[in-house]
Each structure stands twice: as structure tokens, then as C-alpha cells.
């Protein structure tokens, strides 16, 4: 119906090129072997390294997708984008950022010592102490489990399918996450964790928590690609046409991914590739081309030294270049 009235958001013929030279990409990559896959929990160091898909899809819902791109990931940091879209739906961007910062941190997602401002803001949502403090923004005040089913129902709105906790997941990052269980006392203590007081010790506890079940929330890249198309379109979904998130809030999301989303590469990334992108360390890359209304993303477990997937790097890069992507 859409094509007849030429109402696409990308045309028939420009799509059909575009998906053509997406799977010449997998092929050319398929033997790029470099990168190591994340070692720091065991159902992430026993990934397949030879996984890769990508899959794309337009804010219309027009679909390409080529290798393993029904493969299961955790979603890891590239949930961060879309608990930002729920802070801000649920608050506005005044209130949020008065709890978060959204400038670029100049540091790895997990540093220490380049996590927080000097207010005690953490520099910006895509960062871990970020993303833990915009979390305890969202449905303050419910149990853990409401809470939960508010973002799992987010992105069922966006994609289609409720995600499921990945549990051996979850339960290693909350085990062995020493580094966020910091972030989050680190936030209490200065004032900047929403809900914490003197008297209750739960509140970082429980931050942390809701930060680790929400990385461990599983998906795979056409799921994802539908997520970034709700981006892409200034918060409709593609599928079901429903306005998940306000135009204002999507164009905030893709601002912040545009100079943090793909931890300290961003600067380089932004200068190569000019989009908003966001990665997570199971080796998704979630790449969002505004002008098209589309969505790219790549699954590939092999990671660069800051924790990038370099397939979907090269990917992002390849493309851009190809069609003429970079806005500047
Ligand atoms: O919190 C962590 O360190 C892991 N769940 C990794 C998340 C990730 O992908 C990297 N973060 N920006």
C-alpha cells in the first residue's frame, strides 16, 4: 500500500541496493577474524566468535537481514539508549539531567575515576554510572520486578516480542559486578542517586540490580534493527506504527549515541561515520541513519580493545562511505 502511494520511507529500488550491498559486506567480513570476545563473564567468553549477521530495517518495516541474525545476545550497554527514552518519557529531559550529565566522558564505560562530573553527575547516560543512575529514575518507588516489566514492555512496544532475562547472565554480572556496585554507593553518596537516603541501604543495591537485569535482557539484530528504527523515526515503531517514544525524546537519544555511544572510539567513530550508533560488549553494534528512517545493526562477538564489535565497526564504516552517509 505504502509503495503504491510512494509513501516509503526508503524507496523499493534504494532499499533493494542498499540490503545488495549489506550482504556483500558479510561476505567480504567474513573472514575478518581479528578482536577477542568479552572474557569477563563465562556465558559471554563462550560466545561463538564466528557469529555475524546484520540485519536492517526502515521505519516502515522493510526488512533485510543476512547470517545469524536470530542468533540470542544479551543486549549488554546498547540497552542504555532506550532506558535514557524511558527516563526521560517518565520525567522529561529537566528532571533527568539533573541527575545525569550529557557530555562525553573522555573515558572507558567503566572507569572509576572518569565516571562522575564535578557535581557527582555521572558525565552522561551511556556510561555505566550513567545508565545506573538513569534506571533508578524509572518507575521510582515500584518493586524491582514492576520496574522490570516497564522496560521489558518498552521494548516489546518497539520490537515486537517481550525480552526474557538471560539468567546465567544476569546472575554472573550481579556476582561478579564489583565495579558498578561502586558506581552505585559512589551516586548515593554524593546525592545523585535518585531515591537513596541515609536510612536505606537497599537503594544502590538495588540500582545496581535493576541496571544488571536490564544489560541482561536478551535480543538478537532484527529485534534490535526494529528497536533503532524506533529511533530512526522519532519514536514511532515499525511494525505496529505506535508511538512509543515523543519525537523530543528520540532526537535526545540519537544527540547523546551520536558523541558516547560507542565507549572512548566515539570521537573517532563520530569523525568516520558522523551517526548515532550505541554497542554492547556481547558484540552488537546498533547503527542509526536518520536521513533513510533506518536502522542497522551487526552481532558479531569479536571485540576491539575498548569493547567494540570490529565487524560491526567495519560495517558501519563501509556502509557510510558506500552511500554517502556522513551528514558532515
Ligand atoms: O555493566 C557492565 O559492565 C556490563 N554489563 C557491560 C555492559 C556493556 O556492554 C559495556 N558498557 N558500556
Known amino acids: 500500500q505504502q509503495a503504491l502511494t510512494g509513501d516509503l520511507a526508503v ?18 567480513l567474513l573472514d575478518e577474524r581479528s578482536g577477542e570476545v568479552a572474557d569477563y563473564i563465562p556465558t559471554l567468553r563462550d560466545a561463538d566468535p564466528e557469529k555475524f549477521g546484520i540485519a536492517v530495517c526502515t521505519a516502515d518495516g522493510q526488512v533485510f537481514s543476512i547470517g545469524d541474525t536470530a542468533e540470542e545476545f544479551s543486549v549488554q550497554s546498547t540497552s ?33 575515576l572518569l565516571s562522575l562530573g564535578r557535581d557527582g553527575r555521572p558525565h552522561n547516560p551511556m556510561i555505566n554510572a550513567g545508565a545506573i543512575g538513569t534506571l533508578a529514575l524509572v518507575d521510582a518507588g515500584k518493586d524491582q520486578s514492576g520496574r522490570l516489566t516497564t522496560v521489558q514492555e518498552t521494548w516489546r512496544s518497539m520490537t515486537g516480542e517481550r525480552p526474557q532475562l538471560h539468567g546465567s547472565t544476569f546472575v554472573a554480572e550481579r556476582d561478579t559486578g564489583f565495579g558498578n556496585a561502586a558506581f552505585a554507593n559512589a551516586l548515593a553518596k554524593v546525592g545523585k542517586l535518585y531515591g537513596a537516603s541515609p536510612t536505606d541501604r537497599r537503594a544502590p543495591e538495588d540500582a545496581n540490580e535493576f541496571y544488571t537485569m536490564v544489560c541482561s535482557l536478551t535480543m538478537n539484530a532484527e529485534r534490535l534493527a526494529r528497536a533503532g528504527a524506533t529511533l530512526a523515526s522519532g519514536g514511532v515503531a515499525p511494525l505496529s506504527g505506535r508511538q512509543v517514544f515523543s519525537a523530543d525524546t528520540a532526537s535526545r537519544v540519537l544527540s547523546v549515541m551520536g558523541h558516547s555511544g560507542m565507549y572512548n572510539d566515539s570521537g573517532q567513530f563520530s569523525n568516520q561515520v558522523g551517526l548515532p550508533a550505541k554497542s554492547g560488549v556481547s558484540g552488537n553494534v546498533m547503527m542509526v541513519v536518520p536521513s533513510k528512517q533506518m536502522a542497522v545493526v551487526v552481532f558479531s562477538p569479536r571485540l576491539d580493545a575498548v569493547g567494540n564489535s570490529v565487524r560491526g565497526v567495519e560495517v558501519c564504516k563501509r556502509l557510510v562511505n558506500e552511500f554517502g552517509l556522513h551528514p558532515y
Open 11 to 28: 524507496p523499493a529500488d534504494e532499499f533493494a541496493e542498499f540490503a545488495h550491498a549489506v550482504e556483500r559486506i558479510h561476505a567480504d
Open 80 to 112: 542504555k539508549p532506550f532506558s535514557y527514552a524511558i527516563a526521560l518519557e517518565q520525567l522529561g529531559p529537566e528532571e533527568v539531567h539533573r541527575w545525569i550529565g550529557q557530555e562525553q566522558s573522555g573515558g572507558p564505560f567503566n572507569d572509576p
